[in-house]
């Protein structure tokens, strides 16, 4: 009777992966591949009352009256907001339920410093938002699966995760996690650091999505022989009048100085941890950069010269933790090994 109870669950259910992000979640659904990809925004009134979640509350940020806030739930890769990272969770997840007669079941890829408080937190929003069972994964290790490392055998893997909030890099080996470091310099900080130049340099204050922007089109390591430029607009701190400039992607490199510092820290701290066995294995393979972060140009090439190892970029360095979720559940052996703490 079980088994039957199984099978219909199976063909009526859903398996859904949720890759909960400082600046955007996105989801998987097993064997239906990437249903959305949501920013970590959620516009409340108030009243706390919810008015707008993902895509359009982020395009209500720094645009709205006085009586509405936009929130993002996440900070630092952890959650800093519960009751307003359970909204998000839940509406993705009935977003994904539909009219579906069962519940599905929900794996979530969480930071490696979230607290028993935080963990819990993620549990019951996904409860509230209609799961019936409830997995959670650290990012690190779903990425090296969605990477297509050889995370089971018994050979050393690197991956390191560049985020909106965090730096987070992990030696994995035999299904589990041997040495893992984190830094708190990442894709925001390169944000705030283009605000920064620009206020010092033009005098021109820019808000957070314009910064956005200039870091994925002129946002790179080492200057260029092929000059790119755009316009900016923004406000003239002199005049308080709008204002128009153009900048190269030549001058935004010099921004990134100290978070280059910091994803450097976190990687030679991680490799100084590492066992000799694993030490070779990486050398033999290199270290694998994945997370929004590490579509920076160029910087795999600044990765391998500093520490002399070379640097792969992951073939969907955004979307590879929701493709390790996606690996678990259409395998056996995989499902067996890490779906065994379910809440």
């Given at each position: 009777?079980?088994l039957?109870i199984?099978?219909?669950?199976?063909?009526?259910s859903?398996?859904?992966?949720?890759?909960l992000?400082?600046?955007?979640t996105?989801?998987i659904?097993?064997d239906?591949?990437?249903?959305?990809?949501?920013p970590?925004?959620?516009?409340?009134d108030?009243?706390?009352?919810?008015?707008?979640?993902?895509?359009e509350?982020?395009?209500?940020?720094?645009?709205?009256?006085?009586?509405?806030?936009?929130?993002?739930?996440?900070?630092?890769?952890i959650?800093?907001n519960?009751?307003?990272?359970k909204?998000l969770?839940?509406?993705l997840?009935?977003?994904?339920?539909?009219?579906?007669l069962?519940?599905?079941r929900?794996?979530?890829?969480?930071?490696?410093?979230?607290?028993?408080?935080?963990?819990?937190?993620?549990?019951?929003?996904?409860?509230l938002?209609?799961?019936?069972?409830v997995y959670l994964?650290?990012?690190?290790?779903?990425?090296?699966?969605?990477?297509?490392?050889p995370v089971?055998e018994?050979h050393?893997?690197?991956i390191?995760?560049?985020?909106g909030?965090?730096?987070?890099?992990?030696?994995?080996?035999?299904?589990g996690i041997?040495?893992?470091?984190?830094?708190?310099?990442?894709?925001?900080?390169?944000?705030?650091?283009?605000?920064?130049?620009?206020?010092?340099?033009?005098?021109?204050?820019?808000?957070?999505?314009?910064?956005e922007?200039?870091?994925?089109?002129?946002?790179?390591?080492?200057?260029?022989?092929?000059?790119?430029?755009m316009?900016i607009k923004g406000?003239?701190?002199?005049?308080?009048?709008?204002k128009?400039?153009?900048i190269?992607?030549?001058?935004?490199?010099?921004v990134?100085e100290?978070?280059?510092?910091?994803?450097?820290?976190?990687?030679?701290?991680?490799?100084?941890a590492?066992?000799?066995?694993?030490?070779?294995?990486i050398?033999?393979?290199g270290?694998?950069l994945?997370?929004?972060?590490?579509?920076?140009k160029d910087?795999?090439?600044?990765?391998?010269?500093?520490?002399?190892v070379?640097?792969?970029?992951?073939?969907?360095?955004?979307?590879?933790?929701?493709?390790?979720?996606d690996l678990?559940?259409?395998?056996?052996?995989?499902?067996k090994?890490?779906?065994?703490?379910?809440?």
């Open positions: 009777m079980s039957i199984d099978g219909i669950l199976k063909n009526f859903l398996d859904v992966g949720i890759d992000g400082t600046s955007n996105p989801v659904v097993c239906r591949g990437i249903r959305f990809r949501e970590s925004y959620v516009a409340v108030q009243d706390n009352k919810i008015i707008a979640v993902g895509s509350a982020k395009l209500m940020s720094g645009r709205v009256p006085k009586n509405i806030r936009v929130i993002r739930p996440l900070k630092d890769g959650i800093n519960f009751e307003i990272a909204e969770i839940g509406f997840i009935y977003r994904l339920r539909n009219q579906k069962f519940k599905p929900v794996m979530i890829g969480i930071h490696s410093d979230a607290t028993p408080v935080e963990k819990r937190a993620v549990i019951e929003a996904c409860r938002g209609g799961a019936r069972s994964i650290e990012q690190s290790l779903a990425a090296a699966l969605g990477s297509n490392l089971l018994a050393g893997s690197m390191v995760d560049i985020g909030g965090t730096i987070e890099a992990a030696v994995i080996s035999l299904g041997v040495i893992q470091n984190t830094g708190k310099m990442a894709g925001d900080e390169m944000d705030e650091a283009i605000i920064n130049f620009v206020k010092k340099k033009y005098n021109l204050l820019v808000g957070n999505r314009s910064a922007e200039i870091k994925i089109y002129l946002g790179q390591v080492y200057p260029a022989e092929e000059v790119k430029k316009i406000r003239d701190l002199n005049s308080g009048l709008p128009m400039l153009e190269s992607n030549n001058e935004i490199c010099e990134f100290d978070i280059l510092k910091e994803i450097l820290r976190v990687i030679k701290f991680t490799l100084e590492t066992p000799p066995e694993l030490i070779t294995d050398v033999n393979s270290i694998v994945t997370g929004g972060g590490g579509l920076l910087l795999d090439r600044y990765i391998a010269k500093e520490t002399g070379k640097c792969i970029l992951s073939r969907d360095p955004l979307l590879n933790v929701v493709w390790g979720m678990i559940f259409k395998s056996k052996k995989l499902t090994i890490f779906l065994n703490n379910e809440f």
